[in-house]
C-alpha cells in the first residue's frame, strides 16, 4: 500500500476504508482496527494468541474444578 494514500469505502463518504498508521501498518477506517496486511505485527499478534490461549486453558481448568466439586456436592 502506498504511503499516504487513503482507500475510501464509497464514493460519496469521506471515512477512509484503509488507512496508514506511523508503524507503516494499514488500518481500518476510523482506526477501528488493523487490517490483515501488517507482517511487522506478527510476533506481537503471536505473543498475544498464546497469552488468550493460556488464560483459555486455566479458565477451563478452573470450570472443571468446579464442576467436579458441584457433582459431588449433595444438594441441600
Partial sequence: ???N???WSSKTSREPLY???ESGCP???GGQ????A???MLPDLYREHQR???AVDDLLAARGVLDT???ATPPA
Fill in 69 to 71: 466439586i458441584i457433582t
Fill in 1 to 3: 500500500m502506498p504511503a
Fill in 5 to 7: 494514500v487513503d482507500w
Fill in 19 to 21: 488507512r496508514k498508521t
Fill in 52 to 54: 488468550i490461549s493460556d
Fill in 38 to 40: 501488517c507482517p511487522e
Fill in 33 to 36: 482496527g488493523l487490517v490483515p
Fill in 27 to 29: 488500518t481500518a477506517g
